[in-house]
Structure formats: C-alpha cells, structure tokens
C-alpha cells in the first residue's frame, strides 16, 4: 500500500503536462458547440418568420421536460457514485484506473495513479453531462419545432444542462492549482493521505 499527500502531488505537477486532456476538452467543445448553434439560429428564423415545423402537441413538452428532470436527477447520482467508488471507498486500484481508459495506470507511480484518475474523472464526468446536455437540446429541438419555446418561454429551462455542461467544461482545463483543489476536495475526511494499492 502507497500514500499519497498533496505534497507528492505538487511534486509530479511541476512537470506535468495536461495536453492530452486539452485536446480531448476542445474535440467536446466543438461537438457541443454545433447543435446549439444550429439550434438558436432556427430558433431565431422562427422568432423573426412565424413558422412552425410540426402540429402542436400540448402534452409533448410537459412530459419531454419532467423526463429532463429526472435524467438529470440519474446522472447526478451516478457521477456521485463514481466519486464515491474510486475515490472514497478504499485505496485506488491503479487496474481500475487503466480499465477507465485513461492512460495505463499500473505502470505509474501512485501519485501518477492519482494524477490519472483525476484526469479520468473529469473527463467521465463531461461525458456524462454532456448526454444530459445533448437530450435537454433535443427537447429545446423539439420545443422549436413545435412552436412552443415561443409560446411558453418557460420550457428554455431545458437548457440548464447544456449550460451546465459549459460550467463544467470550463472548469475541466486543469492546472496544477486546479488539480490540488480538486485533490484536496477527495481526500477522506481528516485524512492528509490517499491510499494507492500496490500495482498486481
């Protein structure tokens, strides 16, 4: 068993690189970029123009908005549980970081293990708002084909995870300042260390 401080962690910062994570950051952006676009610029011809796409259904938006709700209320407490299963529950499996395919973990030190899962969690945790936000613009589709973001403003509240998923985003280019924080944050309560396995 291996403990790791923060001090170890500042230690391997010094040098390290985020490139990879950048990379992977802007690839997102530009995906998540495109269909909101799209979508305020019809939104806008509509707006300006009057027309609508399809017949009205009244019940469609109500129901399209409370499923919203509830993936949301899924993916919040699935990205807790992830939180909780890697970081909180027991020493880091660096095997575990590996299968969560970021890098190869086994072969690191364990502040690099550490380094690595916390790369591997912000990313899984993008993703996984971005499937919230990628359905709440679907719904806003949906709204816009139906005239109803016109008629009921109200209904834009399915945009909150796509603004979200830009909150996140943001906050997901990592410095070495960043990473300490979020390094920090995961440490057990009163504990100055986080126990790494031995690589099997």
């Known amino acids: 068993m291996n403990s790791v401080t923060e001090e170890d ?3 391997v910062l010094e040098g390290y690189s985020f490139g990879r994570l950048r ?7 530009v995906g998540m970029a495109v269909p909101g676009f799209v979508l305020l610029k019809i939104f806008h011809l509509q707006a300006s123009e009057g027309w609508a ?3 009205d259904i009244p019940w469609l938006m109500p129901v399209l908005t409370l499923i919203q709700g509830g993936v949301a209320l899924l993916v919040v407490a699935r990205s807790r549980f992830f939180i909780l299963k890697h970081w909180r529950s027991g020493p880091i499996d660096p095997a575990a970081v590996a299968r969560l395919g ?3 973990a086994p072969v690191r030190t364990p502040t690099e293990v550490c380094l690595l899962l916390i790369e591997a969690t912000i990313v899984l ?6 499937a919230l936000a990628l359905f709440g613009l ?5 709204g816009v084909a139906t005239s109803d973001l016109l008629k009921i403003p109200f209904y834009w509240v399915n945009a909150a995870s796509y603004a979200y998923w830009w909150f996140l985003w943001f906050q ?3 410095t070495p300042k960043r990473a300490e924080a979020f390094f920090h944050h995961q440490l057990p309560a009163e504990a100055p260390v986080i126990e790494v396995m031995d690589p099997s």
């Open 172 to 174: 997901s280019f990592l």
């Open 53 to 55: 796409l399809m017949e």
């Open 9 to 11: 962690l500042n230690a």
């Open 125 to 130: 945790r993008l993703a996984a708002y971005a």
């Open 102 to 104: 970021w890098r190869s």
């Open 23 to 29: 990379g992977f950051l802007g690839f997102m952006a």
């Open 138 to 142: 679907a719904v806003l589709w949906v």
